[in-house]
């Protein structure tokens, strides 16, 4: 039973970032929004999923951002009880500091898709082991809780995916919901209004109506309890259903750059 309601956090939220918040929490298992100070309109999201003695670090940032990053994980856990990061696709924003952390720990798991992983040798490092999302679509921790992986192809990279925590009902999903502001919030209140911000990000980045549909056709059967995307706000229970329906009237990408070829 998750302790933490996020619409309250939400309201009650003052930007801080001496520690880390907690966003789920029940027993041994938690989540938690690793935040970074960041005064721009692409701010980024890091997350931790804690379950027990082990730890995964969801698409952890840059390099400029690890010393920071790994402060907060250590008010958590031994950093080095984070035994694997999960990089929903190679853009440096998401992935660039896991040279940092294999510096840091060598035995560090990288969890990601095929076609990210042969990217991610370009930051320096490729003495890694691998755990390939296509091939072995769950990550179970040693209690037996799993994270689910969700192939979304070409949103916006052809092998992007998205983390769905089974325990808490958490879909961590990369840039699909992503969103860029100068009024950031860390929870979502106003729906509407935060359309305007998906829009600012999604128009751009996302390849196309029929790609945000087939992603959606995969979660359906997901009871989804909250989104936290690598950008702008989390969104909430309550707006998880207005959040499918955005996606899924959304024309983007193609539908705009090629609206003769429709
Ligand atoms: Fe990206
Ligand atoms: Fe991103």
Redesign the pocket.
Known sequence: MNTIDLEELGRNFRERYDTPTPLFSDGPHAIYWLGWPEDTAFRCNAYLIADGDEALIVDPGGVSSFGFILNRVSQITDPLKVTAMILS?Q?P??AACMVNWLDLNPQIRIITSVRTNLLLPHYGRSDYEFININEDPDFTFSSGRKVRFIESPFL??PGAFTSFDETSGFLLS??IWAAIDMDWHLVVSDFRNHELKLNLFHLD?MAGNVAVKGFLSRIRSLDIKAILP?HGSIIHERFVAKAKHYLSELRCGTDLIYPDLR
């Open positions: 696709h853009d924003d998401v916006h990279f990369g840039d980045y690598q």
